[in-house]
């Protein structure tokens, strides 16, 4: 079945180190991709999306590109900060039939940044 | 801008009680899903709406109902419940365009604590 895989965490950098939290996803059919973001206590927060195949999704300096040779949709970004210690999701949205719109979430990486 | 709104936000039951959650969608959105989120565990579907009609089916155990109203707004009802209920419970909304790629938008979850 459709499935999403994030690479195994936890994660611990320093500050401005760079970032990469793989996500590959099964290739069935042409689904939509996100990464989401939990901060402690809190509720799942959209960070960036691709709907097809060369997107790039980026926001507040975090980027994937939606690769389909690959199957890949990997976070990346450049300089962390504290600020960004979170547990990061990676998803897809079925496409087709009665489930088109389920969220199928990858297991989540936490990732700690230190000063 | 309005957000997906649930209440209560944490709750705590005894083994055996009913819960009852509730979750008011971003206004226009006409889909409304549920997600369960187990300690250090990745969100998983439980059911979905569209235009007050069950429009998917997850892993929601046949003890739980759910229902969308007239105006939108989603309950889901716990009953019997078990130690393994204990959980984060998210509700998420999206318009449904057609057109597909939509992401969806969380609310803060409900924290369900069953003793």
């Known amino acids: 079945g459709d499935s999403v895989t994030q690479m195994e965490g936890p994660v611990t950098l320093s500050e401005e180190a760079f970032l990469t939290i793989n996500c590959t996803y099964t290739?069935?059919?042409?689904?939509?991709l996100f990464w989401y973001v939990q901060y402690p206590g809190e509720g799942l927060q959209l960070l960036l999306k691709a709907t097809k195949a060369d997107d790039k999704g980026s926001n507040k300096g975090f980027e994937a590109t939606y690769r389909k040779e690959t199957t890949s949709f990997h976070l990346e970004k450049g300089s962390v900060q504290v600020s960004d210690s979170a547990v990061y999701f990676c998803a897809r949205i079925n496409a087709g039939g009665t489930s088109y719109g389920k969220l199928t979430f990858g297991q989540g990486t936490i990732l700690t940044v230190h000063p | 801008a309005a957000g997906v709104i649930q209440s209560p936000r944490h709750l705590i039951k005894e083994k055996r009680e009913t819960a009852t959650l509730k979750c008011y969608p971003i206004p226009r959105h006409d889909t409304v899903y549920w997600y369960q989120q187990g300690p250090g565990q990745d969100p998983q579907f439980l059911i979905s709406?569209?235009?007050?009609?069950?429009?998917d089916k997850g892993s929601i155990p046949d003890r739980f109902s759910a229902q969308q109203f007239s105006d939108y707004h989603s309950e889901l009802n716990m009953s019997s419940l078990e130690l393994g209920d204990s959980a984060l419970y998210f509700c998420a909304s999206t318009r449904n365009t057609g057109t597909g790629g939509y992401e969806q938008y969380f609310g803060p979850g409900t924290r369900l604590t069953v003793t």
């Open positions: 290739a069935t059919g042409y689904p939509s």
């Open positions: 709406f569209y235009e007050k009609m069950q429009s």
